[in-house]
């Protein structure tokens, strides 16, 4: 079994940052895609970020250049530095591990004010 447990998320005024962190315990493949989602109130959970265990990154385009996925393969954890935030960036965000199967963690809000 495979736990995902997210943390970081929070309130922050536009402009700010917060970092995201997604630790994962149980059964994982060494070769592995982690990667951060968002949802918003009403619509549809969104692709923002992927890394690869070999280091390879791919970004949605309302984030690129904004925020920056990472990971610690010896901790299982991936990072989401988010700077630069606007208010439509206000979501619950999740993380997900794909190693064989699927797995998604229970998600952390963040609020961007105006």
């Known amino acids: 079994q495979v736990q995902l447990v997210e943390s970081g998320g929070g309130l922050v005024q536009a402009g700010g940052s917060l970092r995201l962190s997604c630790a994962a315990s149980?059964?994982?493949?060494?070769?592995?895609?982690m990667g951060w989602y968002r949802q918003a109130p009403g619509k549809q959970r969104e692709l923002d970020a992927v890394?690869?265990?070999?280091?390879?990154?791919n970004y949605a385009d309302s984030v690129k250049g904004r925020f920056t996925i990472s990971r610690d393969n010896a901790k299982n954890t991936v990072y989401l530095q988010m700077n630069s935030l606007k208010p439509e960036d206000t979501a619950v965000y999740y993380c997900?591990?794909?190693?064989?199967?699927?797995?998604w963690g229970q998600g952390t809000q963040v609020t961007v004010s105006s």
């Open positions: 997900r591990l794909t190693t064989g199967n699927t797995y």
């Open positions: 149980g059964s994982i493949f060494s070769i592995n895609v």
């Open positions: 890394i690869g265990s070999g280091g390879s990154t």
